[in-house]
């Protein structure tokens, strides 16, 4: 039987991933939507999209559009474990 503890355990899990993976999930995607260098190196550009996200526009950059990623992955992960 599916209890609520378990829909609660999967939902602070499925958060708690998203949280630590969203600084990377942005600073892809301002990596794919920034055009190519020639002759710059992948690392290159993260860490100057990092770094410009960091002094530009402080810490909460990193974590921009958690809100609807939150709201579309708990639910979907408590219907996966049901």
């Given at each position: 039987?599916?209890?609520?503890?378990v829909a609660m355990s999967v939902c602070i899990c499925a958060n708690t991933t998203k949280l630590f993976s969203a600084?990377?999930?942005t600073i892809k995607t301002r990596l794919q939507r920034a055009p190519?260098?020639?002759g710059v190196s992948a690392m290159k550009r993260i860490t100057a999209i990092a770094g410009d996200m960091?002094?530009?526009e402080g810490v909460s950059a990193f974590y921009k559009g958690?809100?609807?990623r939150v709201m579309?992955?708990?639910p979907g992960q408590v219907r996966s474990y049901a």
């Open positions: 039987m599916f209890s609520m503890v600084p990377i999930d190519a260098e020639p960091w002094k530009n958690i809100t609807p579309r992955v708990a």
